[in-house]
């Protein structure tokens, strides 16, 4: 029977980027996915005429020619093609106002609100709009990110130089990297003294996440936020299914095997650690090492005996809290985004800015929270003419589920999407329900069927600040449960996000490079 | 003047390292109990297979028969999954060591689900391969497998207008039943008016039924539409003809959208599609059920020509690789199938991708009206076995059919 080198469990973005490395690497390589294309979250459906993004936003790390973002040169470094579209917007967030709003204005779209943020791209340029906006706060702003600045440079010392070099370059940076990975960003605005309404506007981006002001850590929250505003943000011309199937093409084509369709029912133990897996119940596959992209929680339940589980690995499923669950709608529209009166590729409608408060509110649905984007604004077309697509997504925590019955959940879903749906018209004075063409909703379930993550979630463990980033990677190596099988993907070190993912499965595919060439 | 950032403290961050490890180290070492109920919905309306017995059959007419199909726990299901009304299940047979799969609405009320029956409605196709098997071998205890509740073709209340016009041409008859009896039982809140195309009376499947859920709910109205010279005479309430634009105007809303629901032969939608055009609906307002299985690629005016008879299909199904000979005039899939491949499949129509293959040379034919791969799938050679024809000799990468 074949033994591969590398058996790569799950074809979601950390599985993919995994497999693609070790073919190229040379390892015979194994990527098993049990639906039947590539990507999980990165992917695209067809309804009619339209074809669906379902869940990418936008990718931080697609740069410009001169300075090329984190994705893109992984991309690069597989010789994966992908036409990216550079999207040169970062976001509005429009707070609605409440009765009694002493602060509430009229914006441009005739709404009663107290916020109306739209942010440019680049430091000076976001600094000076967001002082515009709420006077006082250039000078905190400019400082976070001189801060991100210093902390990049950090990290390209630690990542770059060879050994202690490297390390001795980062240690000016040291101090500051500290200080900002034990605060939160709250503490860390705080800090720098910018006022408490600009801190809202700065913190928007807590939902990619899912963690609040008050529970992401300062550091992880400006590295993100840097990604984003430096140089703006690219999208793949063709959905994200272009870009799992450019990297299912770089694995093929360096002789990795993929099987769809082939789900990994049970992981073969010998000698306390994996030594193959069964796929679908009836086949055995070998494999020296292995790379898991599924999610921890179900790999435990669902494909190791209870003895053969490390307790460790128990212990850290059950005390790390499950992230945030999505939901979100696919509107494909008879209308054009003008027709439309949309103006923007990404608005936040918030029922607060304050994104404590906010996070306390989406404990459950009906929450006023929601995102808004229009996929025309930077692929104008991506839809057949007089059309246009749009994309509401909102943000839970916990199992709200639990009341809704599978017979009751078609007519719950349509609830759901239709308060989304309203919450964005009335927030930006739109009509959006008489020209719905094609509509489908996704719930946890669905995200569950298709990511079988605890929860549906596609975010891991929630970033908190005990559990942040920098102690997740310090301590990678010592939270892995075997030393032949390691785990990439939202559940790792970096959470939820597509170069988070494709990071984290570069980063096994490299370690397991490593330990077979010390192995021969 | 120091940094503000000096303000925070350093060497807050060793002692969060040593705290991580101590917070998984007090945490309990079992596995949690019990599913969240996002898994529990999921798994409940998308089970990989049912696995079901026929517990009766109905004669419907002389080339018709219902099955009802209940659990079979012994084969491991326990309970049936719910569905929204308009949904199919893919059946899957072997007949004569092919492996047969065949998508058929589900004719029963969703209601019936929750007391563990479903029920097929299953008509005689010339040349149906499997029609014939159903209707020749399921009998009272037949083992049956199918898919879960699957397709597109239910009501969406944010979509459709809560008018719907319902134009059914002979079996198509059996999701609009389903909607019906769902409309009844108040899981569906729209108005129906079923503009229902048979040959004459005798020809009219589920006519008491119908009219018992027309009795029951004013949300359900039913017009037959009979075709043969005079047939409309004998049956009192019944237009004469065909389902023509002039027939849906009459009976649609003069003042309010409607939405127009299209489900039957490939014939009727050629011609209904025709009538359509002239009433300049937005397209929102017009579902098509799937088109079916689609023959004789030859007939079409974009297909090729000097396409060779016979074609050698090498496949590759994870680690076995087999080489095959067809006939071009078949699909991708019906090669597989009747070199006794199995692959994986549910529509049969081009839309819902579950074939979706890796081509990794060779040409195919698609037909317009059955493209719904995705973008990136062109341009990366993923084609959809079942409405791909063969325009040379190919080499596939296909799924299991797991």
């Given at each position: 029977m074949k033994e591969y080198d590398v058996i790569v469990i799950g074809a979601g973005n950390g599985g993919l980027a995994a497999a693609a490395t070790c073919a190229k690497a040379g390892l015979s390589t194994l990527l098993l996915e049990r639906h039947n294309?590539?990507?999980?979250?990165?992917?695209?459906?067809?309804?009619?005429?339209?074809?669906?993004?379902?869940?990418?936003?936008?990718?931080?790390?697609?740069?410009?020619?001169?300075?090329?973002?984190?994705?893109?040169?992984?991309?690069?470094?597989?010789?994966?093609?992908?036409?990216?579209?550079?999207?040169?917007?970062?976001?509005?967030?429009?707070?609605?106002?409440?009765?009694?709003?002493?602060?509430?204005?009229?914006?441009?779209?005739?709404?009663?609100?107290?916020?109306?943020?739209?942010?440019?791209?680049?430091?000076?340029?976001?600094?000076?709009?967001?002082?515009?906006?709420?006077?006082?706060?250039?000078?905190?702003?400019?400082?976070?990110?001189?801060?991100?600045?210093?902390?990049?440079?950090?990290?390209?010392?630690?990542?770059?130089?060879?050994?202690?070099?490297?390390?001795?370059?980062?240690?000016?940076?040291?101090?500051?990297?500290?200080?900002?990975?034990?605060?939160t960003l709250k503490e860390g605005l705080d800090a720098l003294g910018m006022p408490k309404k600009a801190?809202?506007?700065?913190?928007?981006?807590?939902?990619?996440?899912?963690?609040?002001?008050?529970?992401?850590?300062?550091?992880?929250?400006?590295?993100?936020?840097?990604?984003?505003i430096k140089n703006g943000t690219g999208i793949p011309r063709l959905r994200s299914h272009e870009m799992s199937l450019s990297i299912d093409k770089v694995i093929r084509d360096n002789g990795g095997d993929i099987w769809y369709n082939s789900e990994v029912t049970k992981v073969i133990m010998e000698n306390g650690k994996p030594a193959g897996v069964v796929v679908n119940g009836n086949k055995e596959v070998r494999g020296k090492r292995f790379i898991c992209n599924a999610s921890p929680n179900f790999v435990w339940s669902d494909l190791f005996a209870e003895a053969d589980i490390p307790q460790k690995q128990l212990k850290m499923t059950n005390v790390r809290p499950v992230a945030a669950t999505l939901t979100t709608v696919y509107l494909g529209m008879n209308k054009t985004k003008e027709e439309l009166g949309i103006k923007d590729y990404s608005v936040f409608v918030a029922p607060c800015s304050d994104s404590d408060e906010q996070f306390a509110l989406c404990q459950d649905y009906f929450s006023g929270y929601c995102i808004i984007n229009c996929l025309n604004e930077i692929i104008p077309d991506c839809t057949p003419a007089g059309t246009?697509?749009?994309?509401?997504?909102?943000?839970?925590?916990?199992?709200?589920?639990k009341d809704i019955q599978p017979q009751d959940y078609k007519k719950f879903k349509t609830k759901v999407a239709k308060d989304m749906i309203e919450t964005c018209e009335k927030a930006l004075n739109l009509t959006i329900q008489p020209y719905i063409e094609e509509i489908e909703i996704a719930l946890p379930p669905t995200f569950s069927r298709y990511l079988n993550t605890p929860l549906g979630t596609p975010y891991g463990y929630m970033l908190d600040m005990w559990d942040s980033m920098i102690p997740r990677t310090l301590q990678f190596m010592q939270d892995q449960p075997f030393d032949n099988f390691l785990f990439c993907g939202a559940s790792q070190e970096r959470g939820d996000g597509y170069g988070c993912a494709y990071h984290t499965g570069e980063k096994a595919a490299n370690l397991t490079i490593q330990a077979l060439k010390e192995g021969q | 003047m120091a940094s503000p950032i000096k303000s925070l403290k350093a060497k807050a961050f060793l002692p969060m390292l040593k705290a991580r490890q101590a917070r998984f180290e007090a945490a309990p070492a079992a596995l949690p109990a019990g599913s969240d109920q996002a898994r529990v919905i999921a798994r409940a309306l998308h089970p990989h297979r049912q696995y079901l017995k026929v517990a009766a059959v109905t004669e419907r007419?002389?080339?018709?028969?219902?099955?009802?199909?209940?659990?079979?726990?012994?084969?491991?299901?326990?309970?049936?999954?719910?569905?929204?009304?308009?949904?199919y299940l893919t059946v899957f047979e072997t007949i004569a060591?092919?492996?047969?799969?065949?998508?058929?609405?589900?004719?029963?009320?969703?209601?019936?689900?929750?007391?563990?029956?479903?029920?097929?409605?299953?008509?005689?196709?010339?040349?149906?391969?499997?029609?014939?098997?159903?209707?020749?071998?399921?009998?009272?205890?037949?083992?049956?497998?199918?898919?879960?509740?699957?397709?597109?073709?239910?009501?969406?209340?944010?979509?459709?207008?809560?008018?719907?016009?319902?134009?059914?041409?002979?079996?198509?008859?059996?999701?609009?039943?389903?909607?019906?009896?769902?409309?009844?039982?108040?899981?569906?809140?729209?108005?129906?008016?079923?503009?229902?195309?048979?040959?004459?009376?005798?020809?009219?499947?589920?006519?008491?039924?119908?009219?018992?859920?027309?009795?029951?709910t004013d949300k359900v109205r039913v017009v037959h539409v009979l075709s043969d010279p005079d047939a409309a005479a004998a049956l009192p309430g019944a237009e004469q003809g065909f389902l023509t634009a002039a027939l849906i105007q009459k009976y649609a809303p003069a003042d309010a959208p409607y939405s127009v629901f299209l489900c039957g032969p490939q014939q009727m939608y050629a011609f209904v599609d025709k009538e359509l055009e002239t009433l300049q609906l937005p397209k929102k307002y017009i579902r098509h059920e799937m088109f079916g299985e689609f023959h004789n690629p030859a007939s079409q005016d974009d297909y090729p020509s000097d396409v060779p008879a016979t074609v050698q299909i090498t496949v590759t199904i994870q680690d076995e690789t087999t080489t095959v000979t067809g006939s071009s005039a078949d699909s991708v899939m019906q090669i597989l199938e009747k070199n006794g491949i199995a692959v994986p499949s549910r529509c049969r129509s081009g839309e819902c991708g579950f074939c979706h293959s890796h081509l990794l040379s060779g040409e195919v034919y698609v037909p317009r009206q059955l493209e719904y791969r995705r973008l990136a799938d062109k341009q990366f050679g993923c084609i959809h076995p079942c409405c791909s024809f063969p325009l040379t000799d190919l080499v596939l990468n296909v799924p299991p059919a797991k």
């Open positions: 294309i590539p990507g999980g979250s990165a992917s695209s459906f067809v309804r009619g005429r339209f074809e669906f993004e379902p869940s990418l936003h936008e990718l931080s790390g697609i740069g410009t020619p001169e300075e090329p973002g984190s994705v893109e040169e992984f991309f690069n470094r597989l010789g994966a093609k992908v036409d990216w579209c550079k999207d040169s917007s970062t976001f509005r967030l429009v707070v609605p106002a409440k009765e009694g709003d002493k602060d509430a204005f009229v914006n441009e779209n005739g709404v009663l609100v107290t916020v109306d943020a739209r942010m440019p791209v680049g430091f000076e340029a976001f600094s000076r709009k967001l002082d515009d906006l709420v006077p006082g706060s250039y000078e905190s702003a400019m400082k976070a990110f001189r801060l991100s600045e210093r902390m990049y440079k950090a990290f390209d010392c630690l990542g770059d130089a060879d050994g202690i070099a490297g390390v001795l370059k980062a240690l000016p940076y040291m101090p500051d990297f500290m200080r900002m990975t034990s605060h801190q809202d506007i700065f913190a928007t981006y807590w939902c990619y996440m899912g963690s609040p002001a008050s529970r992401f850590d300062f550091l992880y929250y400006m590295a993100m936020l840097h990604g984003y246009s697509q749009l994309f509401l997504t909102s943000m839970t925590f916990g199992d709200v589920m | 007419a002389a080339d018709c028969k219902s099955f009802t199909l209940v659990p079979d726990p012994a084969r491991g299901t326990e309970a049936l999954a719910w569905f929204s009304a308009g949904k060591g092919m492996p047969v799969t065949r998508a058929y609405s589900l004719s029963s009320a969703p209601r019936d689900a929750l007391n563990g029956q479903y029920e097929l409605t299953i008509k005689r196709v010339d040349g149906g391969l499997m029609s014939q098997y159903i209707l020749e071998h399921w009998a009272v205890g037949t083992e049956v497998e199918v898919s879960a509740p699957s397709g597109n073709f239910d009501y969406q209340p944010l979509r459709d207008a809560g008018d719907v016009i319902c134009l059914a041409g002979g079996s198509g008859i059996t999701p609009f039943l389903s909607m019906a009896h769902a409309i009844a039982d108040g899981d569906e809140d729209f108005s129906m008016t079923l503009l229902y195309g048979s040959r004459n009376a005798e020809s009219i499947l589920f006519r008491e039924e119908l009219d018992t859920i027309a009795a029951k």
